[in-house]
């Protein structure tokens, strides 16, 4: 139980890098793009800059690891992560907003990998239940999504007589973001303390764990991963495209202001849910058939919304992709663990990291571009579907290492 607690407790890392910094915009979008008078492909490159700050943060998070201990950087990136968060509410010109964007990705990708660094530590304590324990890390992204679903439309409600409405929601999503760190240090903590009882007589505290004896550094066959790292760049690709403007498009359709606040509470909680469900999958496959399959469900998904606007069908669609995308996530975790030595876990999941952020700084601007033409954002829907497809198709062909 002590466990599964230290999993929930670290999944606010996930929350406040994915679910809060990051998803929470699509809820924003729609009333920033009316009050500013934006495009679509304007409004898709907040997200582009979001996933270039987040490609910036993943690569410096190696070298930081091999200055910092990992719950150092996750707590320093989640503070940072609030900070800009509160920024992004000082500001209705558009370059400080891009600014504010970029730097909050740079963030929230030092949280991102480092808690998916730590969970999968914790998963060695139990090697029977590190599917679910990852899971729940992952999952945490969920309590975010859902968090701001319910956060965002009652601070706009609130602030609707100010002027610029949506700047008091920045606000108050990075009053979550502080709680959520606040959580984050007992995770952080106990984990640190771990290490420390298991370090070596005489060793030096730092960051990742040095490689056993005979083992390189850096020894990671990045051409023997390359399908299951090409699969997961196209998800990046793709599923940005549906979490940035699928609610621009239920707002386009009609839908009413408490049915896109619960079509997005209940995406979030399939999210939190996701980690049970596949679990097991990620326990098992050891090659790219978790990163496929899950990969083709999220493309069914995505494409949904875009050809009927039927409530069922339309609420289907984001509980499929909720109870989907972040276990695709989990599964390039899983992937390294069951194919890396330890020593090279850090390496592995940045590596993942860095391929899923230079999809997404591709996926919103497209979208976004292809949704100012004709067809509009259901057009923009189906290439993000494509994406997911093609990203199925290539992880098929990864084999265990």
């Not at 980690?275 to 999958?281: D, P, T, Y």
């Not at 509980?319 to 090279?344: D, I, K």
Request: glycine share 12%.
């Amino acid at each position: 139980m002590r466990l599964l607690w230290l999993a929930v407790a670290l999944s606010m890392g996930a929350a406040v890098s994915l679910g809060i910094t990051r998803f929470a915009y699509a809820l924003l979008l729609p009333p920033m793009r009316e009050d500013l008078g934006w495009s679509y492909t304007l409004a898709g490159s907040m997200n582009t800059l979001n996933a270039l700050g987040y490609l910036l943060g993943a690569l410096a998070t190696p070298m930081l690891l091999r200055r910092l201990a990992p719950g150092t950087v996750l707590i320093a990136g989640a503070l940072l992560a609030t900070v800009f968060m509160a920024l992004s509410g000082f500001f209705v010109d558009t370059v400080p907003l891009l600014a504010q964007r970029l730097l909050a990705g740079t963030a929230s990708a030092l949280v991102f990998v480092t808690g998916g660094l730590l969970a999968a530590r914790l998963g060695l304590q139990d090697p029977g239940r590190s599917g679910l324990l990852l899971g729940l890390y992952y999952g945490g992204t969920g309590w975010g999504i859902s968090l701001s679903a319910l956060l965002v439309p009652a601070v706009l409600g609130a602030a609707a007589s100010q002027p610029h409405a949506w700047t008091w929601a920045w606000w108050a999503l990075a009053a979550a973001c502080a709680a959520a760190t606040v959580l984050l240090v007992w995770p952080v903590r106990a984990l640190q303390a771990q290490a420390a009882a298991a370090m070596p007589a005489g060793a030096a505290a730092g960051g990742a764990a040095a490689p056993p004896a005979g083992q390189p550094a850096a020894g990671v066959r990045w051409r023997a991963l390359a399908p299951a790292l090409l699969g997961y760049g196209l998800f990046g690709v793709g599923y940005i495209g549906y979490m940035t403007f699928v609610v621009a498009l239920l707002r386009e359709q009609g839908s009413s202001p408490a049915a896109v606040t619960g079509f997005y509470a209940l995406l979030g909680l399939a999210v939190v849910l996701s980690s049970r469900i596949w679990a097991g999958l990620l326990d098992r496959s050891r090659g790219g058939g978790a990163l496929a399959l899950l990969n083709a469900l999220l493309g069914v998904a995505t494409v949904l919304p875009a050809l009927t606007s039927a409530w069922p069908v339309v609420l289907a669609s984001g509980l499929l992709f909720g109870g989907v995308f972040l276990s695709v996530v989990a599964s390039t975790t899983a992937l390294v663990r069951h194919n890396l030595p330890q020593a090279l876990w850090a390496s592995g999941i940045s590596a993942f990291t860095i391929v899923f952020a230079a999809g997404q700084i591709v996926g919103p601007t497209v979208v976004g571009w292809i949704a100012d033409g004709p067809g509009g954002l259901a057009r923009g829907l189906v290439f993000s579907a494509c994406a997911l497809w093609v990203g199925a198709l290539v992880a098929w062909r990864q084999k265990p290492l």
